[in-house]
């Protein structure tokens, strides 16, 4: 690419991001006492392994914290009301970047602070009406990636598409400009539960339920992948790389577009533009090469996902490679930069850890597997500074299994002992090669362990104790896993929770939880509204439906299009398998669910409503159409690949809302909803409820202030489980 190609591509994007000074952080920087029982998360190491930084709940909001890693010491850095959601630590020890949600809602922006609490500022995300997320920092610390999101530009003016000159490598097409079809959902397939299935309504009428998508569309259920980038059909007009072609929104105007720069938290140096994406937003850079060369970078709509190997210099793709959802930090450059170590699911149902041979240019000349499973996926990826070592996390089944590995010799892995059932991040810690923990499990609240090099794991003093983690007489229930299997014979799974004092034999009230996504999987770990559930004498089966991840890709693509019928019956079909086990009382069934899990629980009440008493829908889709219209522009871009076309589709989006179908309404509904909530709008509860009201059902909408679509308040979840509970022992009789 020219240098005035790149001029052209870096006018066409709007202003990089310049750091705002904030005031050193208000408050006390000791030790506040514990107001509520903690939860610890989300650690990063300073380059001496000494400290970390983290996220602690413990004043009742998510806040920055440091603390000594093999020690009680811990610190306040930033006592603002708005939640934390990530933190790294700058390998200079520096700085330490954090993402923050003002006021609770969807819109995120940038903040470094200095180790002692000064300096604080706003690196990306201060303009109205923008969003920046969290990259990597480059290896001397001297920079961090940002990725900054805004809404589309003004009617008339278009973002440049670049295209590489005739010279450039044949794997090199400029950045800004995603391949034909990348946000498609055509290509290869593998139709779970037969050829036949999903073409109507599960109970198998005609146009009443949607006869599938358009023609052209198909079920769009994807197995194995191609090499490179997933080529689909393009738009109508088979121009460009969006959902309606040349680039376009949904709606057809402009898309959204995602930037993302190297920004020097001090000011001192110009932000550098690494890549630029138009819609599908989910753009992160995740690594940089140690000379600068060669960028890592994460794009591509849910399902879709792609590493692509830029080239600082000129914005060029060097490679592109499939990778799998879930941790957004996916891989890491070889000191040398000739070899890219991917956690990735390319061509295969499962992800593993492949190294990627580049050449100069970052292109792909050789690929390999390091590490694999069969049957379980590489879930979460950390190296040690010098790369030679690699910490690897294993999803089994939902539980987690951790080994080290070295990348310099045939050594065996070493397995890791865990005291707990889930690792949810890991963090390489200081240059002796100990590591840093976040766990969690069934019987305790999240917390950071410290793992010296070859010793066994240890709870920081700092991290809620085991025996906290529920109210004194009330003990933690620990899941015991389910295998389903749907009436198509697709195996589900899930954990159930028993409440205690019950007789052996003696079946009891349940709810059916669903989780979100519907990429999510469900995980043997603490959860406080199963505990508040079971401490009222309710049982509690959350299964994986199809659409879920960690039981392979075929698995996560299996709901696609009308495919989504089939997930609707997975949800009656696992109440049915915990009634006829004698687990369940068939008399006092619920369901319930959050965000996509929100909208199964709505569409299970009117798709199957003989099966259920009561339901809890929280923050849910009722309306796949409205969806669309209300959320954030590039999550529809992105959830269009899940769901449907809002315009292609717009008849099988219909028949899957369960707007559709609320006349079958038939028992009491509790919405919940987040006030601030911009990824589903709190319209989709609100016009659920009033349409049960209208038909004469009890049906109740709490709304809960300064949140969004996540609930990160004490006080606020503690409101929200307790009338879920409340609800759920009133319709079910206890």
Known sequence: MAADARDRLIGAMSAAPAPVPLADAAGTRDTPRPLVAHGCWYPSADPTGEWVAFICDRTGVPQLWTGLANGSEIHLLDADPDPVMEVSWSPDGRWIAYTVAPG????????????????????????????????????????????????????????????PEPSAPDHGTAFGDPPTGWAERDGPATLLGGTGHGQVGPDGSGPDHGTGAPAGHGTGVAGRATDGPVHGTAGPDGEGPGLDGGGSGLDGGAPDRLTAYLVDPSGLGSPVLVAAESGAATLRVCDVSQDGRLALVRRGPRGRREAVVVRTADLATGSVLRVGDGDPWIGRFSQDGRTLWLRSDHERQFAALLAATLDEDGGRVGLSVVAEREGSDLELLAFAEDGR??????????????????????????????????????????????????????????????????????????????????????????????????????????????????????????VIHLHGGPEEQERPVFDPLYHELLGRGLDVFAPDVRGSSGWGRSFVDADLGTGRFAAIDDVADCAAHVVLDGLADPTRLAVM????????????????????????????????????????????????????????????????????????????????????????????????????????LPAEMLTLRDEGHEFRRADNRRLFRRTAADWMQRHLGL
């Open 389 to 510: 070592t690699a910490a690897l996390a294993w999803n089994v089944r939902g539980a987690s299994e951790l080994e080290t590995l070295s990348l310099s010799t045939a050594a065996r892995p070493r397995r890791v002992p865990l005291p707990h059932e889930v690792v949810t991040r890991i963090t390489r810690a200081g240059p002796a090669g100990g590591t840093v923990l976040a766990l969690s499990g069934s019987q305790r609240r999240p917390g950071v362990w410290w793992a010296p090099p070859g010793g066994l794991s240890a709870r920081t003093p700092w991290s809620s104790r085991d025996e906290d983690a529920v109210p004194p007489g009330r003990p933690p229930v620990r899941p015991v896993p389910l295998r389903p299997t749907a009436r198509d014979g697709v195996r589900l799974g899930g954990w159930y929770y028993r409440a205690a004092g019950r007789d052996a034999g003696r079946p009891g009230p349940c």
């Open 104 to 163: 609770g809602g969807e819109h995120t922006r940038v903040l470094c602070v200095r180790p002692d609490g000064t300096g604080r500022r706003i690196v990306a995300g201060a303009d109205a009406g923008s969003s920046a997320y969290l990259g990597c920092w480059t290896r001397d610390g001297s920079a961090v990636a940002v990725t900054v999101a805004e809404p589309p530009p003004p009617t008339g003016l278009t973002v440049r598409t670049v295209l």
């Open 593 to 696: 669910g959050r965000s996509y899990g929100g909208y199964l629980a709505m569409a299970s009440l009117v798709w199957h409503p003989e099966l259920f008493r009561t339901g809890v829908a929280v923050c849910g889709m009722s309306d796949l159409s409205t969806f669309f219209a209300g959320t954030e522009p590039w999550i529809a871009e992105s959830a269009a690949h899940k769901y449907g076309h809002p315009v292609r589709d717009r008849e099988l989006l219909r028949s899957l809302s369960p707007m559709s179908r609320v006349d079958a309404l038939r028992v009491p509904l509790l919405a919940v909803h987040g006030e601030h909530d911009t990824n589903v709008p709190p319209g989709e509860s609100e016009q659920m409820v009033r349409a049960a009201r209208e038909r004469g």
